[in-house]
């Protein structure tokens, strides 16, 4: 294939066009996201414990890693300040908005209705700007206790402006080492400060989310294709290895004690993902039975956002169906395959409703 010299980081390179992220949609990477989203959920509804070790490692890096891997650097490096201000919109916008509404029914249900007093409303309006997910003895009431999973929208606004900074720091290097190792660097004191001090916004959490904004970044400046089957191989024994050693890993929770680990079945488990996603997807442009398998996942994949901020709303939709309905107070909350269901119930729901009402429509789905 002929190279085309044009301007790209680093600046005296040349790469060629198929490199630079169309501005159509990747359907294998919403097929990736898809099945990533739907771990998140099956995570979040009470996934037995042994299963729930299995997808763990790779449930956030993968989130990031792809961030990283969509950024277009020929397409926003001569406006990084406007993409900047375009990124944090389409992220800070839909979290104030979820999170607002989630606190008022939390207010009037929990609160007013079910009579639980035992947070304070004050300190939940504060979550709500502090965008914590992640609780200590000292900080448990300004924590989202109403809808904790959005501390991913608040710790992914946080990490694109870190990983923007970082690119323009570098924007004048000749090799991509310099932001290689920067990137290790920032994860390396987010993790220490994680440990000690976890701050608001999860900004720690977002640092250490850089060597996966980082790596996705050059994969897609090397050109990888994510189809080597020897590779995939590879990285499926290497993942597997790492949950027999009993690794556990939680971002949130800042659970990654080791860091070498962490990164390693980020990248391993992502790996897997995206081959499998794009085997899927490239035996759907030909198949009709493959390309009914991929169309549900990259629906999940296009919504990603709007699961990961409503799903929650589930566990109040279970608890009115059984008050209102049932006519009995409270539920059961181990009860994985309810959740479930209510989570998807309530994740559809958001979907159908902000499509249908313009200015939402916008402001999740710019």
Known sequence: MAQATVSVYPFSEAIAPDRAIPKERLNWIDTARGITIFLVVMGHAGLPAEYQHLFQPVRMPLFYLTAGYLFNWERHREALGQYL??????????????ALFF???????DYALLDKHDLSPAEQLAAVFLANGFSTPATVGYTLQFDMALWFL?????????????LGLFRNEKTYIPLMLTSLGVAALGRLLGENYPLPWSADVAMMAQFFFVVGFLLRQYGAAFTDIRMFAFFCVIYVALLFTGYQTDMNRRMYPDFSQFCMAGLAGTYAIYFISKQLSQLGATDAFARRLSVPW???GRNTM??????????YLRQAFELFVLKRPGCDPDIFWANFLWMSVASLMAIFALNRIELLKKVFYK
């Open 85 to 98: 201000r375009a990124r944090l919109e389409r992220l800070v916008l839909p979290y104030l908005f979820t």
């Open 103 to 109: 606190y008022l029914v939390w207010i009037l249900f």
């Open 154 to 166: 608040g710790c992914m606004a946080v990490s694109t402006l870190i990983f923007v900074g970082l």
């Open 298 to 300: 990259e629906f999940l």
């Open 306 to 315: 709007v699961i990961m901020a409503f799903h929650m709303g589930g566990f």
